[in-house]
Antibody, heavy 121, light 113 residues
Framework: QVQLLESGGGVVQPGTSLRLSCAAS????????MHWVRQAPGKGLEWVAV????????YYVDSVKGRFSISRDNSKNTVYLQMNSLTAEDSAVYYC??????????????WGQGTLVTVSS | EVVLTQSPGTLSLSLGERTTLSCRAS???????LAWYQQKPGQAPRLLIY???TRATGIPDRFSGSGSGTDFTLTISRLEPEDFAVYYC??????????????FGQGTRLEIK
């Protein structure tokens, strides 16, 4: 069955970096766009970034452009989110999510359980 | 960016009742590319509806979606205990070619009365 397992979250100080990983199983990520979506404590969902199946096209929400970088290693069936210059506003549960249909960013049919990032001094 | 506004913010209803949740877009959502998700506390969201009206695999038929353009609704025909959760709409239509952004509504909390 399809599973997404995020890791790499933790408590970090403002201005530092963190890299999240999302290990997929049960399907081949190389066939789909893959996303990161976040949810601040007690708040709603915010889409963060998407990467195309072969990794050549990436999009980001404006608030993370220039600071976050999404990437993928299809040979490892894993997606990454490199987060730099973190601020308190980046504190959230970060979900990895699979796009349902290949070809363009759409909607998410599978989600991981999330990994919590807390940015605090 | 397409802003999605969900209403009401909170609904208090009883088991067996019928309810309609609203999602209004700040501009027309092309091709009715709108999805709905359900999220329970401590869990990841679950896809319910895509393409405004198509149920995802395994979703009970008491859930239905409708709408077009800027106004969309999610209807639950008879509330079951497991339906009390937060519901989010998400648009994926207005992303090309010059700008990109997948956006969510702020959510509607459905609580048991």
């Amino acid at each position: 069955q399809v599973q997404l397992l995020e890791s790499g979250g933790g408590v970090v100080q403002p201005g530092t970096s963190l890299r999240l990983s999302c290990a997929a199983s049960g399907f081949t990520i190389g066939n789909f766009e893959m996303h990161w979506v976040r949810q601040a404590p007690g708040k709603g969902l915010e889409w963060v970034a998407v990467v195309s199946p072969n990794g050549d096209i990436k999009y980001y929400v404006d608030s993370v452009k220039g600071r976050f970088s999404i990437s993928r290693d299809n040979s490892k069936n894993t997606v990454y989110l490199q987060m730099n210059s973190l601020t308190a506003e980046d504190s959230a549960v970060y979900y990895c999510a699979k796009d349902m249909i290949r070809g363009r960013p759409d909607y998410f049919d599978y989600w991981g359980q999330g990994t919590l990032v807390t940015v605090s001094s | 960016e397409v802003v999605l506004t969900q209403s009401p913010g909170t609904l208090s209803l009883s088991l067996g009742e019928r309810t309609t949740l609203s999602c209004r877009a700040s501009q027309s959502v092309s091709n009715n590319y709108l999805a709905w998700y359900q999220q329970k506390p401590g869990q990841a969201p679950r896809l319910l509806i895509y393409g405004a009206s198509t149920r995802a695999t395994g979703i009970p038929d008491r859930f239905s979606g409708s709408g077009s353009g800027t106004d969309f609704t999610l209807t639950i025909s008879r509330l079951e205990p497991e339906d009390f959760a937060v519901y989010y709409c998400q648009q994926y239509g207005n992303s090309f070619p010059n700008t990109f952004g997948l956006t969510f509504g702020q959510g509607t909390r459905l609580e048991i009365k």
